[in-house]
């Protein structure tokens, strides 16, 4: 075997043990299972694309794959006041469901399974601008 199919072949093999320690589980119902939180790396990121209004995303990663979220918009009618929630889509509870109402008492409505980490990465820029969306649709009628 000359040098280059070998260096390929352990390049192979190295890619594939790394893709190993990456696959995470799932449960018996074969629904996605993420690693505790407090095995990832936890980062926040906050927009205020207008007055009164934020719009917050939380992401979990482990092994540098993102493996949950939340993206949420919330509004506070004058400077002093307390944040209140517009809208919230998480992929928590092995689904992609969205929030609506102040802080998550109204009702929840799945959007799809998570099944896979790969769910959780192919479903986060939908879910921001799902919660985006929500944001204008508040800011419209306030």
Known sequence: ??????????????????????QLPTGPDGTWQ?????ECDVETF???????Y??????LAYENRMVHYAVVASYRPSPGDD????????CAH?????????????VRNDIRPIRSQRDV??????????VYDA????????
């Open 1 to 22: 075997m000359g040098g280059n199919a070998a260096r390929r072949k352990k390049d192979a093999r190295r890619q594939s043990k790394i893709a190993a320690q990456i």
């Open 34 to 38: 993420p690693p505790a939180p407090e």
């Open 46 to 52: 906050t927009v205020e694309p207008s007055e009164g």
């Open 54 to 59: 934020r719009i917050s995303s939380r992401v």
């Open 83 to 90: 944040w209140q929630e517009v809208a919230c889509v998480d």
């Open 94 to 106: 092995s689904a992609v469901h969205m929030h609506t109402g102040p802080n998550h008492v109204r």
């Open 121 to 130: 990465e192919d479903t986060y820029d939908d879910a921001y601008d799902t």
């Open 135 to 142: 944001y204008v649709a508040h800011r419209d009628r306030e």
